[in-house]
């Protein structure tokens, strides 16, 4: 029936937002030294652990954006930037800006483009 499908949608749609959530929150686990928040020393190893070295202006930029100005990443923060970045609607030729980021930091080091 149509109403079967409706509510077959909805679930499938919640079970996909469930592990969406569970992969942010092991990805936030694995960085977090506390398991609690992620900290701006904690950015630098994720970071450098993809292969970029961000600058001081880098960092500062990141951690505000995120940290919602207090320089502590805790879940919340960490999930809204995942959704902001997920729900953004890119034009076919301009990359959003985290990508934008990633790839002016590559270029800086002699590296190309970042394939994220």
């Given at each position: 029936s149509k109403e079967f499908g409706k509510t077959e949608g909805k679930e499938k749609s919640k079970e996909l937002s469930a592990e969406t959530e569970k992969a942010l929150r092991a990805a936030f686990k694995k960085w977090s030294l506390d398991k609690k928040t992620i900290g701006r020393t904690e950015v630098i190893r994720a970071l450098r652990s993809a292969g970029t070295m961000p600058s001081e202006e880098?960092?500062?930029?990141?951690?505000?954006?995120?940290?919602?100005?207090?320089?502590?990443?805790?879940?919340?923060?960490?999930?809204?930037?995942?959704?902001?970045?997920?729900?953004?609607?890119?034009?076919?030729?301009?990359?959003?800006?985290?990508?934008?980021?990633?790839?002016s930091l590559r270029r800086k080091r002699g590296n190309g483009p970042a394939n994220l």
């Open positions: 880098d960092l500062d930029s990141i951690m505000e954006g995120i940290s919602q100005g207090n320089g502590k990443i805790d879940f919340d923060d960490w999930q809204k930037a995942h959704t902001r970045k997920t729900s953004r609607k890119k034009k076919q030729d301009e990359p959003d800006a985290a990508t934008a980021m990633e790839q």
